[in-house]
């Protein structure tokens, strides 16, 4: 479901006359089930297939892609996907676009970015310099 904020950024985008679609694909990765165990195996670290559809894939001049997901809200769930996704599709650009943060929670986002080295901006419009 659509956000204001994804409707900001998309917004931002057809005026800038970029070449993105919204939502186009589906990529599936693997996340740890907490408390769970494998029947089989009795192995404690167990995995669940799951699927991510990301906000924007933007084709550059250079015919690659981007993937940028915007987030208005950034929580843990938000995060521990982020990092499983990035971990199944590695080859894959992705970055983040975070609506305007200020104080503790900006900080936080921009910590988390830089550990997990997401590329990241603040506001309604996508970069030029990632165009």
Not at 3 to 27: C, M, Q, W
Not at 35 to 45: A, M
Not at 79 to 84: A, E, G, L, P, T
Not at 92 to 103: A, E, K, P, S, T
């Amino acid at each position: 479901m659509r956000s204001g904020y994804e409707y900001k950024v998309r917004d931002t985008l057809t005026a800038a006359n970029v070449d993105f679609e919204y939502e186009p694909i589906v990529l599936e990765y693997t996340s740890t089930v907490r408390g769970g165990s494998c029947t089989e195996c009795g192995s404690r670290k167990v995995g669940k297939k799951r699927k991510y559809t990301p906000d924007f894939v933007i084709t550059r001049g250079d015919c690659t892609e981007l993937i940028v997901e915007a987030k208005g809200r950034f929580t843990s769930t938000d995060r521990s996907k982020m990092r499983d996704v990035k971990k199944a599709h590695p080859h894959l650009d992705i970055r983040m676009l975070f609506q305007n943060r200020y104080g503790k929670a900006k900080q936080d986002c921009i910590t988390w970015c830089e550990k997990f080295k997401f590329d990241y901006a603040f506001g309604n419009e996508v970069p030029s310099t990632w165009l």
